[in-house]
């Protein structure tokens, strides 16, 4: 089996900070995925890319970035952080149309 | 509007028994997926289902395209099964998953 891993588990940054949020995969799927989730509302897509160095925006990407770096790893860059923002923000993988996620990165800006 | 209405948005269950979660969607899907997330906050995925039913253990799955909706059973219900369960579904000719506002389901003894 393989494994998805989001760092830093737990990011608390400053309003107006630039904040990065890592990811990786090593069940060498194509597409990758960054979902944000907040209290009460079901997940939404940030960012996907199908392959390496490919970049799609989803529902959500006003106010993101995102890198594909290579095949393993899909970073996710918050422009600048909102005051009191607070949420949770999950990296996917899949081949096909299953979905794997990591554990999550849970962001809170002071 | 929201493409994808989970209910009931809270479920409380004794031990063993058994109740149904359900996604509508508000147009056409090709594909429902189901996930729990765990006590360590990570989304397990329960199942994928283009059609048809699946059933794992004490959950199964239904997934009608034409008639719009999902359900997940649960049936004797243990208290591992307590967590929050998400559908999602995607579109027809699309790739991202829409995602329901999940079931937060609790199981007591």
């Known amino acids: 089996g393989g494994i998805i891993t989001q760092t830093p588990k737990f990011l608390i940054g400053q309003e107006g900070q630039k904040l990065t949020l890592k990811c990786q995969q090593n069940?060498?799927?194509?597409?990758m995925y960054w979902y944000r989730q907040d209290s009460g509302k079901g997940l939404r897509l940030i960012y996907y890319s199908i392959t390496e160095n490919d970049l799609q925006k989803g529902d959500l990407s006003e106010g993101y970035d995102a890198s594909r770096e290579k095949k393993s790893s899909f970073s996710l860059t918050v422009t600048s952080a909102q005051k009191n923002e607070m949420a949770v923000f999950l990296c996917?993988?899949?081949?096909?149309?299953?979905?794997?996620f990591g554990h999550g990165t849970k962001l809170s800006v002071l | 509007g929201d493409q994808v209405e989970q209910s009931p948005s809270a479920l409380s269950l004794h031990e063993g028994t058994g109740s149904a979660l359900r996604c509508n969607f508000t147009?056409?899907?090709?594909?429902v997926q189901w996930f729990r997330k765990n006590s360590r906050g990570s989304l397990i995925n329960l199942f994928y289902l283009a059609s048809g039913t699946k059933e794992n253990g004490r959950l199964k799955s239904a997934f009608d395209s034409k008639e719009r909706y999902s359900t997940l059973h649960i049936r004797d219900a243990q208290l591992e099964d307590s967590g929050t369960y998400f559908c999602?579904?995607?579109?027809?000719?699309?790739?991202?998953?829409?995602f329901g506002t999940g079931t937060t389901v609790s199981v007591s003894p």
């Open positions: 069940f060498n799927h194509d597409t």
């Open positions: 996917a993988s899949s081949m096909g149309e299953r979905l794997f």
């Open positions: 147009t056409t899907m090709r594909a």
């Open positions: 999602a579904a995607s579109h027809q000719g699309g790739r991202a998953l829409i």
